[in-house]
């Protein structure tokens, strides 16, 4: 019997078998099972993969794909309430300009293979950054908050010598699941307990669990959870007594209305760029910074690229470059702190963009305008019979926590039935945080208008009555 003719497909790269046949001739190998040896056969697909047959033009691949993208429920078409870690933002338009130009547009994982001004553009990001936090040293941003709040932990245990952190227990399960991977098996992460109350980290625990073996504390301002952070004087002095890093992970967003960690005794900042000019797009985009003093202690402990500027050989003429690339792993190999590889840089050139275009006025205005909306949202929602809003007696920015435990309603029921009127609900958080009953974090941002908030509230008046 005949072999059935091989399928081409147009966008598969090397599908033809004449361009397959040479290659392998060229690399001196019989078949491509030949260049899988290695693998062992138990883990290999012996079926064929099961691929529709191809779209031969173009246009019909496109019409294929906007049908099944056409099933997707998204935030054009529903108010969304949704945050924890991903929120949405107001993007405006000249973000999208400048991130899209050919110079600067992604070539592979967010690094631009060409430096047409990608180096000025990412020491501009890093001084306006460092300007916001009032913070000497910004990173070229890491994959994402995940990442950079680990590595910020891992900074501290190779300057302090130690093998163990303090993490706030209201950080969430996802962020301290990755912490402790990336962390593991040389340091260890400890949780510290927050008031049932305020949500506010327990100091008690805190002075209970810190030792000569605290490598650094680690907590949000504003949490997780939405709520502010008002001790944030008190956690650094313990950890400083102890010889400790006191680490802040922060919404720069937040940074137009709140002091920076700074001022209340930060040493490392740490957050997600992802409110500064970034669409949400399955689950991301996000880039992770990392900011300090400009001490040698911690710029030779930063295993991502640093850029700055220096004079060059013409008077009057600066240019931009790595600043200690000596220390990374590009330079070291195998001998690095830390592997970097790809980067985020695409993203920090756009966080860049959103700051020049906001100011420091900007800023401003969006923080009050988020608290007032946020602020609004919560008083009109605790209004609703059965609804406990919110959860926390503490200041909050833009998200908030809201229990149901009185409406006889889960949170699921709560969110499917809230489809119904075209609203995202708040995150779910019974599984995350138990003992919280019911409940669900809502996240409101100066997208929200009073309207938005108003049909929210008489939603939920509805499915919960």
Not at 152 to 178: F, H, Q
Not at 413 to 441: R, V
């Amino acid at each position: 019997m005949e072999d059935e003719k091989p399928t081409v497909y147009p966008y598969i790269p090397n599908s033809v078998p004449a361009v397959k046949k040479q290659m392998l001739k060229e690399v001196g190998a019989e078949s491509v099972d030949n260049l899988f040896e290695d693998i062992p056969e138990k883990l290999r697909l012996k079926e064929k993969m099961n691929l529709p047959k191809p779209f031969v033009s173009e246009c019909a691949l496109r019409r294929h794909v906007e049908g099944i993208l056409s099933k997707n429920k998204t935030c054009r078409e529903y108010l969304n309430f949704l945050g924890a870690g991903c929120w949405q933002h107001y993007v405006p338009s000249v973000c999208d300009e400048i991130n899209q130009r050919g110079e600067f547009l992604t070539a592979y994982a967010g690094e631009p293979y060409d430096d047409h001004g990608r180096f000025q553009a990412l020491f501009e990001y890093a001084s306006m950054m460092g300007e916001l936090l009032d913070m000497d040293v910004v990173n070229v941003p890491t994959y994402d908050w995940f990442q950079a709040a680990a590595t910020s932990i891992r900074m501290a245990s190779r300057i302090t010598g130690r093998r163990e952190v303090l993490v706030s227990r209201t950080v969430s399960a996802d962020k301290l699941s990755k912490i402790r991977d990336y962390c593991k098996p040389q340091i260890e992460a400890k949780l510290i307990d927050y008031d049932p109350e305020t949500g506010q980290l327990d100091l008690d625990s805190l002075g209970a669990k810190v030792s000569s073996k605290t490598a650094a504390v680690y907590f949000e301002n504003p949490s997780y959870l939405g709520f502010i952070e008002v001790n944030g004087d008190e956690i650094s002095k313990v950890a400083h007594d102890h010889g400790a890093i006191c680490i802040v992970g922060v919404d720069p967003i937040s940074l137009g209305v709140l002091s920076p960690p700074i001022e209340y005794g930060a040493d490392i900042v740490c957050g997600d760029l992802q409110p500064l000019g970034m669409h949400m797009q399955f689950g991301g985009g996000h880039a992770g910074f990392i900011a300090t003093r400009d001490e040698e202690k911690y710029v030779m402990e930063y295993p991502s690229r640093l850029f700055g500027i220096a004079p060059t050989m013409v008077e009057g003429e600066y240019g931009f470059g790595d600043v200690a690339y000596e220390r990374t792993s590009f330079a070291l190999r195998e001998e690095g702190k830390e592997f970097v590889g790809t980067a985020a840089a695409l993203w920090g050139i756009t966080a860049g963009v959103y700051l020049a275009l906001m100011g420091p006025q900007g800023m401003l205005e969006i923080g009050k305008g988020i608290m007032q909306r946020s602020h609004y949202a919560m008083k009109e929602v605790s209004k609703i019979k059965g609804v406990r809003c919110p959860a926390f007696k503490s200041p909050h920015f833009k998200e908030f926590v809201v229990n149901f435990d009185g409406t006889g309603k889960a949170v699921r029921e709560i969110n499917k039935a809230l489809l119904s009127h075209k609203i995202f609900g708040g995150k779910d958080l019974t599984k995350e945080f138990p003992e919280l009953g019911n409940s669900a974090l809502y996240c409101v941002t100066e997208v929200h208008t009073k309207a938005d908030i108003d049909k929210l509230t008489e939603a939920l008046k509805e499915v919960v009555g």
